[in-house]
């Protein structure tokens, strides 16, 4: 089992960066793909990115390919997302999750373990 902490949301200007933290906990960390998700206001949630257990590859929505960066530091038991060139409608709640298997998969029912959630507001 492992527990998942995010933190490093808030609020920024439209443009702006953002680098989202998750800290893991319990289990050994690499033996978990990991992912990050949201959830905007009144929508369900949704896949942001992915990365293999291995950290060897990434995979990303299309709303934020080429702005984000999915990454992990295992010494720190730590995933991050970095965020640029943020917009208005990146603002939800960003939730990092972990799955025992070797890759990250854009579904959330696909993830073992959740975090609480971080608040991301973008203001235009």
């Known amino acids: 089992q492992v527990q998942l902490v995010e933190s490093g949301g808030g609020l920024v200007q439209a443009g702006g960066s953002l680098r989202l933290s998750c800290a893991a906990s319990?289990?050994?960390?690499?033996?978990?793909?990991m992912g990050w998700f949201r959830q905007a206001p009144g929508k369900e949630r949704e896949f942001v990115a992915g990365?293999?257990?291995?950290?060897?590859?990434?995979i990303y929505a299309d709303s934020v390919k080429g702005r984000s960066t999915i990454s992990k530091d295992n010494a720190k038991n730590t995933v991050y997302l970095q965020m640029n060139s943020l917009k208005p409608e990146d603002t939800a709640v960003y939730y990092c999750?972990?799955?025992?298997?070797?890759?990250?998969?854009?579904?959330?029912?696909?993830?073992?373990?959740w975090g609480q959630g971080t608040q991301v507001t973008v203001s235009s």
């Open positions: 999750a972990a799955r025992s298997g070797l890759r990250p998969v854009p579904d959330n029912g696909g993830y073992d373990y």
């Open positions: 990365l293999r257990r291995s950290g060897g590859s990434t």
């Open positions: 319990g289990r050994s960390f690499s033996s978990y793909a």
